[in-house]
Every structure is written in structure tokens, then in C-alpha cells.
């Protein structure tokens, strides 16, 4: 799991979001839970607990569960349209 800043518009990096994801540093990524600065500090240990299982759920989902799930809705694919 990784904790990523987001910025915000007009309120930069440091006044915007967390988000948290699930990765295999690889070709997976997986968004699980953001959340405003100004609306909590952080997430605490029970939080981290359950969003490291469902990292684990998600990681563990082959190629062709994925495109099942964007297909049927469940998963939302995004793609950076900066990437080449």
C-alpha cells in the first residue's frame, strides 16, 4: 500500500488529498480510499488493517478477474492519458 498526496485546485499538494492504493509496483494499481487533509489527519491502525486485506483481495485478482469486474462495473479503469 502506498499513501500518495493529491493537489487540488487551487490549494495545491500540501492543502489537498490523500489517497491510498494498493500496488504491485508493477502494472497494478489499485485506488482504495482518499480523503481531504482538512477533513482528518490521517486513517488510524484499523483502518490501515482492513485497506491492507482488501489490497491483498485486489492484488491477488488475475488478469481476467479484472476485466470482469471493470466490465460488469464493479472496477472503474483510469488511465493517464500523459503516459505514452
Known amino acids: 500500500m502506498v499513501k500518495k498526496r493529491v493537489p487540488l485546485p487551487g490549494r495545491g499538494k500540501r492543502g489537498g488529498a490523500r489517497t491510498i492504493v494498493a500496488t504491485n ?3 497494478r494499481w489499485f485506488f482504495l480510499y482518499g ?3 482538512n477533513e482528518r489527519a490521517n486513517i488510524d491502525k484499523d483502518e490501515i488493517k482492513a485497506l ?3 489490497a491483498a483481495e485486489y ?3 488475475d488478469d481476467q478477474g479484472i476485466e470482469l469486474a471493470v466490465s ?3 472496477f472503474t479503469e483510469v488511465h493517464d492519458d500523459n503516459q505514452a
Request: glycine share 14%; no cysteine; proline share 0%.
Open 25 to 27: 509496483r508493477g502494472d
Open 35 to 37: 480523503f481531504e487533509k
Open 52 to 54: 491492507q486485506e482488501l
Open 59 to 61: 492484488l491477488a485478482i
Open 72 to 74: 460488469s462495473g464493479k
